[in-house]
């Protein structure tokens, strides 16, 4: 049996980028001494999404660069490949993504979120690009928030492409201002069960990191092939959870059967 420690983090809500920064240091150092090997954390960590009740600060490019590098440096002290959520000003707007530090705290690679949910359009754009990463002898890929709830070929893609663990980084909150408290609940939001079957469909773990808030919608944890909630935050608290995995059961099964010759068109008449 081959395993590895993974981690996902929530953080909290944050109204500076200072706080923003301190927090997503204390992340990652508290995955470290967990002994994970890799961490994830919430969309848009830097310097906050924009829907959160908070005002977030309007930050520049060259301001946020110096934040990720910093976060990154952490995660090069204490050895952790570490997902840090970010947003970056574009030409059309603003993109949201994740960047990928190696342990040693180098720039590993980024991935930009590339479906954005419609009531996310006033704030942000779509990017384009879809990648897999390999580090700490894991095969991974990140599908960013709505592109995991409603894009399930992004996920399929990356499983095809080699990715054992598929992570999550949202921010998704209840409509009605209520705080869940048990894992797929028929009152909770939809975003949990689209998780489950992300896995499930495809035989993969998928690992969840969301910000921690009085309304958070979807569970911070980590999801089997099976679709077990392995590991998992309570709902609303800053913290860190890890867990460690086994690779083996992440045989992307379900994934590699897909035969899209066999499968017809739609023909309309």
């Known amino acids: 049996m081959s395993t590895i420690r993974v981690a996902v983090a929530s953080t909290p809500l944050t109204t500076t980028l200072d706080d923003a920064v ?24 830097l310097p ?34 570490a997902i840090v959520g970010a947003e970056r000003p574009a030409p059309a707007g603003l993109e949201i993504l994740s960047v990928v ?30 990648r897999t990463f390999t ?4 095969t991974f890929g990140i599908a960013i928030c709505h592109e995991a709830y409603r894009y399930p070929e992004i996920t399929r893609a990356l499983v095809l492409a080699g990715a054992q663990v598929v992570f999550v980084p949202h921010y998704v909150v209840t409509d009605d201002g209520s705080l869940p408290s ?9 975003n949990e069960k689209a998780l489950l079957v992300r896995a499930l469909e495809n035989s993969v773990y998928v690992a969840a990191a969301n910000a921690a808030g ?8 980590i999801i089997g092939p099976d679709g077990t909630l ?8 800053v913290g860190v959870v890890a867990v460690d995995i086994d690779l083996d059961a992440a045989d ?18």
């Open 22 to 45: 301190a927090a997503a240091i204390t992340a990652v150092e508290e995955a470290a001494r967990l002994g994970a090997r890799i961490v994830c954390l919430p969309e848009t960590t």
């Open 48 to 81: 906050g999404h924009r829907d959160q009740p908070n005002p977030v600060p309007e930050v520049s490019a060259d301001t946020l660069e110096e934040a990720l590098a910093v976060v990154g440096a952490a995660a090069g002290r204490v050895g952790i490949v």
């Open 101 to 130: 530090f190696g342990a040693d705290g180098s720039r590993v690679g980024e991935q930009v979120k590339t479906q954005v949910d419609p009531a996310e359009e006033r704030w942000y754009v779509p990017g384009t690009g879809r």
């Open 135 to 138: 580090a700490a002898g894991l």
């Open 182 to 190: 048990l894992w797929c609940d028929a009152r909770n939001p939809y």
């Open 214 to 221: 009085p309304t958070q919608g979807s569970i911070t944890g």
């Open 230 to 237: 392995v590991a998992s935050l309570p709902y609303g608290e």
């Open 252 to 269: 992307r099964l379900m994934a590699r059967r897909w035969a899209p010759e066999r499968s017809l068109a739609a023909s309309s008449g």
